[in-house]
């Protein structure tokens, strides 16, 4: 409930949420990962290492172990 125009660089912003898993998921690894999007565009933001050098469009969270 912290919409990202009043975030601070280095600021940690906790948002919860709930993933629901289908029932018949095959068994595996699945990587979680999370991305932000320009809300006027929809286009999906890059995201930077520590030193601002390009790491793609998205963070990886965990990775999951279905059984």
Do not use: K
């Amino acid at each position: 409930y912290a919409p990202s125009p009043g975030w601070s660089p280095g600021t940690p912003v906790a948002d919860r949420r709930g993933l629901l898993v289908p029932p018949d998921l095959a068994a595996g690894e699945y990587a979680l990962i999370a991305g932000l999007y320009e809300a006027d565009t929809g286009q999906r933001l890059p995201v930077q290492g520590s030193a601002g050098e390009p790491q793609g469009d998205a963070v990886l969270l965990a990775v999951l172990q279905m059984e």
